[in-house]
């Protein structure tokens, strides 16, 4: 990877691998998944690294779209009528949300899920494994793509910065790499 945009597609393809195991769980699942348009639940995404702040300026879907989330409720403020404005863009961790997952910090070999969605797997321990996302390893591979992203343009500094969603939206002052990244000179150009 040579380039932003070789980052930006490793990136894409985090986000389509994470689609198609929400496909195959869904297909599998079928009526005990409730997740559904306004089901708004497990959004609660404030903050987003910088790679995901540049896919999301990149997608125009962004700025000046906060929705109705206030400060301090806990709620996503890309939400409206809880949905998601940017649902075809959103993050790679609210493709996760009610998937079933395991993570270190759960009891090794336990697979954690949404109640809603599936809860006849409350509590269970096995699940084939291609229907089951290691949250871990695409943290991981999600970090290590945010790092990239931001030695190739020079400041590994920001890859440690956390951008809030609300300050994307409202178009507060990004670093100009971000805002060269996804394409602006200036927010709003």
Same mark, same amino acid.
């Given at each position: 990877?040579?380039?932003?945009a070789d980052?930006l597609?490793?990136y894409q393809?985090l986000c389509?691998?994470?689609d198609?195991l929400?496909?195959?769980v869904h297909?599998?699942?079928?009526?005990q998944w409730q997740?559904?348009?306004g089901?708004?639940?497990?959004c609660?995404?404030?903050?987003?690294c910088?790679?995901?702040?540049v896919?999301l300026?990149?997608?125009?879907?962004l700025l000046?779209n906060?929705?109705?989330a206030?400060?301090?409720d806990?709620?996503?403020?890309?939400l409206?009528d809880?949905r998601?404005?940017?649902y075809?863009q959103?993050p790679l961790?609210?493709?996760?949300?009610?998937?079933?997952?395991?993570?270190s910090?759960?009891?090794?070999?336990e697979v954690d899920c949404c109640?809603?969605? %599936?809860? $006849?797997? #409350?509590?269970?321990? +096995? !699940?084939e494994?291609? *229907?089951?996302l290691d949250?871990?390893?695409?943290?991981?591979?999600?970090?290590?793509?945010?790092?990239?992203?931001?030695?190739?343009l020079?400041?590994?500094?920001l890859?440690?910065?956390?951008f809030s %969603?609300? $300050?994307l #939206?409202?178009g507060a +002052? !990004?670093?100009p790499? *971000?805002?060269?990244a996804a394409?602006?000179s200036a927010?709003?150009?």
């Amino acid at each position: 990877m040579t380039a932003p945009a070789d980052v930006l597609a490793r990136y894409q393809e985090l986000c389509a691998d994470c689609d198609a195991l929400g496909r195959r769980v869904h297909e599998t699942f079928g009526k005990q998944w409730q997740c559904r348009p306004g089901c708004s639940g497990c959004c609660q995404l404030l903050t987003v690294c910088g790679l995901e702040a540049v896919a999301l300026l990149k997608s125009g879907l962004l700025l000046g779209n906060a929705g109705q989330a206030a400060a301090g409720d806990g709620l996503c403020c890309l939400l409206r009528d809880n949905r998601c404005l940017v649902y075809e863009q959103r993050p790679l961790i609210c493709r996760t949300h009610g998937l079933p997952l395991v993570s270190s910090t759960l009891t090794e070999g336990e697979v954690d899920c949404c109640p809603l969605n %599936l809860p $006849a797997l #409350a509590g269970v321990v +096995e !699940l084939e494994a291609d *229907l089951v996302l290691d949250l871990d390893r695409l943290t991981g591979n999600l970090m290590r793509l945010n790092l990239a992203f931001f030695l190739i343009l020079g400041r590994p500094e920001l890859a440690e910065i956390r951008f809030s %969603l609300a $300050a994307l #939206a409202d178009g507060a +002052e !990004l670093p100009p790499e *971000l805002l060269a990244a996804a394409g602006f000179s200036a927010i709003g150009s």
